[in-house]
């Protein structure tokens, strides 16, 4: 399909700017099929009704026209339906279960997927010398990053596997931490502390 014959919605309700408009198209890029699984949804005059910043983004690269896959259309849906679909289709339900997502996926390569990874942004070089945490209560719960390399993370993974079979891990002290793989590390590193000495 020729995106000429595409007319981005006027009375679009959402924004995309600079760095995340950038993640986008890079996200395009590197998985072009991703497009026919989530397609830009049109009306029968053409129109967006869900895709605008993909459309977008297409025209910011360079395309001309896709493959059909990549546009369906909607043409049954009323007046009403029209204008429901285009909030729903941009509606957020649900959270992230951000333990999961820390023990499941790599964060560097989620935040290169586009997804907005809390305190992964921060970039330490721009803290300079004077950096300092605030006085006071401190939340009772940290999320440590670490980058490893592959044989390395295989190693990690493996112990912490092997240490949740243990019944020396269903009685250790938890403080409280519902993680099993924190819970696990430090279990392993009390461990290796105890050799230690």
């Not at 896709?66 to 204008?83: F, G, I, Q, S």
Request: glycine share 8%; aromatic share 10%; proline share 4%.
């Amino acid at each position: 399909m020729k995106l000429s014959q595409i007319k981005a919605n006027p009375n679009n309700p959402r924004l995309i700017k600079d760095e995340r408009f950038a993640k986008l198209c890079k996200s395009i890029q590197d998985a072009p099929k991703f497009m026919a699984l989530r397609p830009i949804i049109i009306d029968g005059e053409g129109m967006i009704l869900g895709g605008n910043m993909r459309y977008k983004a297409l025209l910011h690269l360079g395309y001309k026209e896709v493959p059909d896959a990549w546009v369906k259309r909607a043409d049954d849906l009323t007046e009403e339906e029209r204008r429901r679909f285009i909030i729903s289709d941009n509606v957020g339900f649900g959270e992230w279960e951000w333990e999961t997502v820390a023990n499941e996926w790599d964060v560097e390569e989620l935040a290169d997927w586009g997804l907005d990874v809390p305190g992964f942004d921060v970039d330490m070089d721009k803290m300079g010398d004077e950096f300092e945490l605030p006085d006071g209560d401190k939340a009772p719960f940290q999320q440590m990053t670490f980058t490893l390399a592959d044989e390395q993370a295989e190693i990690i993974k493996q112990a912490i596997e092997a240490i949740r079979k243990t019944e020396e891990f269903k009685y250790c002290e938890t403080m409280g931490n519902e993680n099993g793989n924190g819970n696990a590390l430090y279990l392993i590193v009390m461990q290796w502390a105890e050799q230690k000495k």
